[in-house]
């Protein structure tokens, strides 16, 4: 190893050594369940925000106050009680969590190996206290480097408010404001942390970035926001989750998401997303109300959102795209699983405001067992979009007799020089397939994935190569024992 | 290889197959003809374990073993190979790759290794001349948007890889232009060896020109009535299936 990188490894060991210090000072301080002015307050302080962000969020919590919870999709589950919920749970001390991965629930780790994630990786994971997470700190340092020669910020977003407040400022809010719905109001209110990242005018950011390199503290995940700026020009590919379903103590989720996209940048965000599912009893389900879109603000500019989902009791998602720059560019590409009882109610909106806009959306839902998946998509042609088009493709697998599919395409179109187009389709896996699969001598399981991956082809084509394999794994998983 | 007896076959409360009786030899190859729904597709199925089908009575060996206590797979890892009268389409799955996946789950079976795509890639070559096939067919989803003798042909395609011992082909020739037919009957011919034996259903003695069968049987409301050499097909082709259940009745 030379000198220079082991110092910079020293050097990130200490940071972690530093963050684990200040989790320890903050642990007497968690606050118990409800929510009101002073624990916003309490939250904003204890994150030693300044005061604008403080404001921020107060106004967000009044807003919040107002608003209803929203009951038009397509999902059930029992009330939800924001006041039952802890707000600011300081970061679980590692001692809290599993000793080893005996202590686990062993359904997990079956998956965890099926999914073939290494015993250290697998440990992170499921929280068992780990002493030192040594290999991955020395990736996540060479990592900054080699990001930091580009002029990329990448970072959790706490540190962003500390160290570029000019951008957050600028930017947060900018394209799901406050009052967008209720789930983004309360995430408004009482985020605790997420990523930032911006690409400075004309670079490429030279990797895919994951918040897989990033460790993230422990607990952030209930209401993380997440904030990605492309200056002109510039290009980047963002990776959200893994396929590891994470063991996580918190039922409700929600997460907001904003892209913001300038004159000719990209932004390319997938998610492979695959909650911890429960144990075998279905305890423990996540519930995923998450607000996602971008805005293309400046010309020619190109958002694409692909998304994985499976895993989560009730996901509740629609990643959209404002489109606002001239001749700018939105597309959506979507594989949506919902096996056991999970419900799924997701979908995109694309908003087209400049000359020339174009949208594409492929969506594929898989239901299987009693899973019930919904596509909610909306398109939208404003009376400047002229000569906007979009094409829409919806397809709808069900395996089974006892799982659902629907589709609620709207479109609102005010522009008569546009251009859409439409095709959904619902298909099953026939017995006759299945029976021609088998004859030809492969196992009915291998048959329901292979004829799964052919269905969702057009999607796994989107996603970095390395991550389309891993969630074509992911699916093969999810589907296992789900048939019949 | 086979030996079915006394077999009866209902569906929905319907009886098909009312007491079939057939013996095939390894090396052999049989020619069943009958009137559209005498039970030739159901034998068929049957055979290959299609699950719909009530047994009612009977039993079938098939390399000493009880074939109806074999499931789908099983059968087809053990060398049953249908060539399906409608073959199914499977949207998005690509031609080859499914061979592939079919051929592995075969020689997993047998506790054979596995082909990596280049040694997969090499055996199929062959089969590609030898069937005429054509390039795009291999890359397109199986059998989707596939002409009617296209699909035929591919059937036959994968009976050339995956190489079974007991092939049925449930009109395979139907659809077939002259050429194609040639071309066919061809690749089924390659197949025929001693260890090997085929059960062709067919309507039409042409195929018969080509591929010689050692018995013909006529299979007329779900029975065996008669059965002779490759004379009995040129027979009924002359005659027609009245005057034959006739003379059989006499
Ligand atoms: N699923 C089913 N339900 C009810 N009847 C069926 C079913 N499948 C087959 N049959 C009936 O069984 C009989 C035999 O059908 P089969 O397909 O075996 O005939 P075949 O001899 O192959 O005819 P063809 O020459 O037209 O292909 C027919 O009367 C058919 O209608
Ligand atoms: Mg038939």
Redesign the pocket.
Known sequence: MNPDSETEMLKGFAEQEYKYGFVTNIESDTLPPGLNEDVIKFISNKKGEPKWLTDWRLKAYKIWLKMKEPHWANIEYPPIDYQAISYFSAPKNAADGPKSLDEVDPELIKTYNKLGIPLEEQEILAGVAVDAVFDSMSVATTFKDRLAEKGVIFCSFSEAVKEHPELIKKYMGSVVPQSDNFFAALNSAVFTDGSFCYIPPNTKCPMELSTYFRINEPNTGQFERTLIVADKGSYVSYLEGCTAPKRDENQLHAAVVELVALDDAVIKYSTVQNWYPGDKNGKGGIYNFVTKRGACRGKSSKITWTQVETGSAITWKYPSCILQGDNSTGEFYSVALSALKQQADTGTKMIHLGKNTKSTIISKGISAARGQNTYRGQVMIKKSAEGARNYSQCDSLLIGNKCGAHTFPYLDVRNTKSHIEHEASTSKIGEDQMFYCKQRGISEEDAINLIVNGFCKEVFRELPMEFAVEAQRLLEVSLEGSVG | MLKIENLHVS??G?Q?LKGINLEVKAGETHAIM??????????A?VLAGHE?YEITDGKIEYLSKDLLGMDIEERACEGIFLAF?YPVELPGVNNTYFLKSALNAQRKYRGEKEMDAMEFIDLIGDKIKLLNLNDSLLKRPVNEGFSGGEKKRNEIFQMAVLEPKLALL??TDSGLDIDALRVVANGINSMRKEENAIII?T?YQRLLNYIVPDFVHV?VDGKIINSGDKNLALELEEKGYDRIVEEAKA
């Open positions: 569906i929905g319907n098909i009958g009137p559209n729904g005498s039970g030739k597709s159901t034998l199925q719909e009268q449930d009109e259903v309507h299979l």
